[in-house]
């Protein structure tokens, strides 16, 4: 991992000396310096074709830096990030790792209204809420099974989630 301050580069091989001096930052440094690695390597990002484990690294990068990215479309781009990973954690068992993710894809989606079924902020619940569930957070799973059926527009809408939330039961 490299850090750069003013005109210095920093890199560490060893993992506890990043962790150290990455603690040693003041808050505010370390947001502006996660924002400027999340979002220089998000550019260059093909989500399609990106290994794994790039796109953890610039989601991890990017909801460090959440709260100093403003722009609505960046993040709803970093909302579809946490989604894409939060869905290939979850297909490895991660569950608490989905659930992170999920979590932060929603705090970047901000007050966007509710839309379609396979739109982003419905994606990003029913992720929630099965990642609740198979974590054993029952009533946080369904209060957020409840509040998608609430927020749906149509029967065949409110039949998509019944219907999911059905599957996990089984």
Known sequence: LLFMDDELLYSFIHPQIREAFHDKLP???????HA???????????????????LYTVAGHLNEALSTIQNPELRTQ???LNLRVGLLAMDASGFSLALAFAKS??????NQKWDEPNGLLFRLNI?????????????????TFALLRKSVKSRVEYLHVSNRYINLLI
Request: charged share 25%.
């Open 105 to 110: 894809g929603l705090e970047a989606s901000g």
């Open 36 to 54: 400027q690695l999340g979002l220089g390597q998000l550019r260059n990002l093909n989500m399609a074709e990106a290994a794994p484990e790039i």
């Open 78 to 80: 970093i909302a579809q």
């Open 27 to 33: 808050v505010d440094r370390r947001r502006n310096l």
């Open 127 to 143: 992720l929630k809420a099965e990642c609740e569930y198979s974590l054993g957070l029952v009533p946080d799973s369904e209060a």
